[in-house]
């Protein structure tokens, strides 16, 4: 009988590498060794994506100028954008204090997932929403959207635009958006009535996050699905 992976304690240890090093190939390719400090300038904050203008006009919210990500959040948005090969995406919880939203916690919704796209199911954020009410809690407290660019630049794409657009109708609220790669660059926003303004971003880095890595390893699993599109050349045609 194969033995278990210890690392994500899900896969069996079935090919020679994985027997030989004691781990399983995925967690070899996307994991942390848990004993290691997660090295801090590998996810430095880049509050700029490459193709944001540099003479973009800064605008500051009245009320609320910046955006904290706890050690614990900032660790579960990370993993969840270190373990999906494509773009991943979710909601998160708001909590303001004076002139500072915390994101609380995050969400992840059943999905379809490529390279350069981040579908959630209505199904699964419409379920969402009824729970959210049945037990007395407001759809407002759930105003970040959080989504990820894989190994691109973080910037506000087209379809970032409309998604934001649509989620701030959908709400009826103020809505703030991040965009994070797997190189740790992160960019940040809070719309309100069509308008778009900056955010001071806050974050605590995290050292060893191996059980939340885990976790989230489990989650992605069983609710993201990963398309995968066969690119075609000159040379990938059958000859007759």
């Keep these: 009988m194969d033995k278990q992976c210890p690392s994500c304690r899900i896969h ?19 994991s942390v060794n848990d004993d290691e400090e997660l090295p801090e300038e590998n996810f430095k904050p880049q509050y700029r994506g490459m193709y944001e203008a540099p003479t973009a006009i800064t605008r500051v919210h009245q009320e ?24 991943i995406s979710g909601l998160g919880k708001i909590k303001v204090n004076g002139d500072t939203a915390t994101v ?50 973080v910037f506000w794409s087209g ?16 809505l703030f958006s991040t965009v994070t790669n797997k190189q740790g660059h992160i960019l940040a926003r809070l719309d309100e009535k069509n308008e778009r303004y900056d955010v001071n971003l806050i ?26 599109f066969q690119i075609y050349t000159p040379f990938s045609y059958k000859r007759w």
């Design 12 to 30: 069996n240890l079935e090919y020679p590498e994985e027997k030989r090093k004691g781990i399983c190939l995925f967690c070899q390719a996307h």
């Design 104 to 153: 609380v916690d995050l969400m992840l919704f059943k999905q379809e997932c490529t390279l350069a796209h981040t579908e959630i199911s209505s199904d699964a954020l419409n379920d969402f929403v009824y729970k959210l009410a049945k037990h007395g809690q407001s759809t407002k407290d759930w105003r970040l959207w959080w989504h990820t660019h894989a190994d691109g630049a």
């Design 64 to 87: 609320i100028e910046n955006l904290l990500l706890p050690a614990k959040v900032w660790a579960k948005m990370s993993a969840y954008c270190q373990i999906a090969k494509g773009e």
């Design 159 to 174: 379809v970032d635009e409309n998604n934001i657009e649509n989620l701030q109708r959908q709400l009826k609220c103020q």
């Design 203 to 228: 974050i605590k880095p995290f050292q060893k996050y191996s059980q939340v890595r885990r976790k989230c390893y489990r989650q992605v699993r069983r609710l993201v699905k990963e398309k995968q």
